[in-house]
């Protein structure tokens, strides 16, 4: 009992205190990084499909557009064009 007693005396509790202070500012540390890892890729992500949506909607003003000055006729020519622009040729 007694030599249990002093092993416990001997540890100072400043060590005990910097090994946790320093466990917790790792685990700050990783799981901060994590964190902005993740809002990156996560802004990467929506930037790429707010570019998709902006490519769309001017092909749709375009289309209006064409729509208005041709008529059906041209909008129908401007749309096989677009098609071929898009996927290439047949």
Do not use: C
Not at 50 to 55: F, G, K, R
């Amino acid at each position: 009992m007694e030599n249990a007693e002093t092993q416990t005396q001997k540890t100072p509790m400043g060590r005990v205190w910097r090994r946790v202070f320093l466990s917790m500012l790792l685990t700050f540390s990783v799981s901060w990084m994590w964190h902005i890892n993740e809002m990156n890729s996560k802004a990467r992500m929506d930037k790429s499909e707010d570019e998709a949506l902006i490519a769309n909607t001017e092909r749709i003003a375009a289309y209006r557009d064409v729509l208005k000055e041709k008529g059906k006729e041209g909008a129908v020519e401007y749309l096989e064009t677009l098609s071929l622009e898009i996927h290439g040729t047949d």
